[in-house]
């Protein structure tokens, strides 16, 4: 398996409307290694060849963070389990306050591993369920991909977004329908992934 450099990994962005630099090139390359260290023990993902490692995970992650207008604040990343949307968006905007919440202590624990590693400084790992995280926590924005029971994260994004916070869905057609439905929430944005079909970021804001 050919490993990428900083420069491919760049050039693999560019198609998400990200320009990486080289510094985050090179971070996406330790992570990479990380990531199929620790999948030859611990199920993280199904997508094991580089770049499409680069293209699903990191790529679909800041194309949601460009289209969510995503900056300073603070984030929750709902079900992180490999890191994704929420590392990415996290590494890329070290303004950004980044909670990685994830409840399978193996996973958790990947995340950690990732934390340390690579630096994150502005990233902290929540192993539990998101639920015992109070409703006095003052989220700007929260991520979901690959997570269902979207209508129950919706409910718990709600009690602890402040006013004008975004939600961000990475869905198939069928899940941005059903999102749609759900009441509460004013739908800005549905922006098709670059090379998909049918997966989309869809962007929300909490109504009053």
């Known amino acids: 398996m050919k490993a990428l450099t900083a420069v491919d990994i760049q050039r693999i962005l560019l198609a998400y409307g990200y320009a990486a630099t080289n510094e985050y090139g090179e971070i996406v390359c330790a992570y990479i290694e990380l990531l199929l260290r620790w999948n030859r023990k611990v199920a993280l993902t199904t997508v094991t ?28 990343d709902l079900g992180s389990g490999a890191g994704f949307p929420g590392a990415p968006i996290a590494i890329a905007k070290p303004e950004l306050t980044a909670v990685l919440m994830e409840s399978n202590g193996k996973k958790a624990a990947f995340l950690e591993e990732v934390r340390r590693e690579l ?29 269902g029971e979207r209508q129950r994260w919706l409910e718990w994004a709600a009690e602890r977004m402040t006013v004008g916070a975004r939600m961000l869905l990475w869905v ?29 970021v869809v962007i929300g804001e909490r109504e009053a």
Do not use: C, Y
């Open 49 to 76: 060849e580089p770049q499409e490692v680069v293209r699903f995970h990191f790529g679909e992650s800041l194309f949601g963070m460009a289209k969510g207008g995503m900056q300073n604040g603070r984030l929750a």
């Open 119 to 147: 630096g994150l400084k502005n990233v902290t790992v929540h192993h539990g369920r998101a639920e015992q995280v109070p409703p006095t926590a003052a989220f700007d924005f929260v991520t979901v991909r690959a997570v």
């Open 172 to 200: 198939n057609a069928d899940g941005a329908a059903e999102a749609g439905r759900a009441s509460g929430w004013k739908w800005v944005e549905r922006a098709k992934i670059p090379g998909t079909n049918d997966r989309f």
